[in-house]
């Protein structure tokens, strides 16, 4: 197998689709910490969209965007990352945004509630529990992705708990 010089990977360019969904329009090439980033834009973006959705379709409307961000965030992840020649580069958030939508999931909209699944979730993508780890390794985007959507999947059933327990009441 041939390896590519440095110059042969600067030359590979993702198609412009990919990159902007997977960066997200752009959010993640903020700095400091661009996966925070795109969780925050994640979190506005349903707070927009939730004040223009009648309640009872808010949750399928939700789910929905995750799945569309989970399918579309794959193909393009995996053409970003591998005309960067990383992995799973850092201005990739798309990622985020799938995981803290899948947070979001069933809950209220309230400031407590969209605080505690932005923390919640960063908790679990920073702090990758098993099997989140080993989801990473799964080939290109969709290691890259699946394992934010698992993070977001144990956000939401931690805040579930919470909001069952009544310690966060909207």
Known sequence: ????????????????WATLVAT????????????????LAAVLIWLGV?????R???????????ALATAIGIPAATATAKASGVKDPQFVVIDE???????????????KTLLAGFILFRGFDIVKPPPLQQLEKLPWGTGIVLDDVAAGCYALAVMQLLLYLGILSS
């Not at 009872?56 to 995750?66: I, K, S, V």
């Not at 945004?97 to 400031?111: C, E, I, K, M, S």
């Open 97 to 111: 945004v799938a995981g803290q939508w899948t947070t979001l999931l069933f809950a209220p909209v309230a400031w």
């Open 1 to 16: 197998m041939k390896t590519e010089s440095p110059v042969e990977v600067a030359k590979r360019k993702a198609p412009v």
């Open 50 to 54: 939730s004040r223009v959705t009648p």
């Open 24 to 39: 997200f329009f752009g959010v993640g090439r903020l700095r400091p910490g661009p996966g925070s980033w795109g969780s």
């Open 56 to 66: 009872e379709w808010q949750t399928l409307t939700l789910a929905g965007m995750a």
